[in-house]
Nanobody
Framework: VQLQAFGGGLVQPGGSLRLSCRASGSIFSWNPMGWYRQAPGKSRELVARIRSGRYPDYAESVRGRFTIFRDNARNTVTLEMNSLEPDDTDLYYC?????????WGQGTQVTVSS
């Protein structure tokens, strides 16, 4: 399985960005997909994840501002990020777990700055 991420960039505080990720290979709706982020010198942390039949999980810091949704027909997962704050500045990674193995996409930079 390969994960290819799109989106990210520079935005002012209060702005919005969208991250998308497309999975190629054998992935099914019950395999969780989502997004993690990592700042320099810190461990990678969950932002949001989703799988069919369950409510999405969100980090407390993004709940109410970010929305994750998934298109199983296209094997894509999208993260809508609103009301962005400078603390949201990080390298964001697309993620999927298949049969107990974690897969990662290339990181995409999100920078929130005026």
């Amino acid at each position: 399985v390969q994960l290819q991420a799109f989106g990210g960039g520079l935005v002012q505080p209060g702005g919005s960005l969208r991250l998308s990720c497309r999975a190629s290979g054998s992935i099914f709706s019950w395999n969780p997909m989502g997004w993690y982020r990592q700042a320099p010198g810190k461990s990678r942390e969950l932002v949001a994840r989703i799988r069919s039949g369950r409510y999405p999980d969100y980090a407390e810091s993004v709940r109410g501002r970010f929305t994750i949704f998934r298109d199983n027909a296209r094997n894509t997962v999208t993260l809508e990020m609103n009301s962005l704050e400078p603390d949201d500045t990080d390298l964001y990674y697309c993620w999927a777990r298949i049969d107990g193995t974690d897969y990662w996409g290339q990181g995409t930079q999100v920078t929130v700055s005026s």
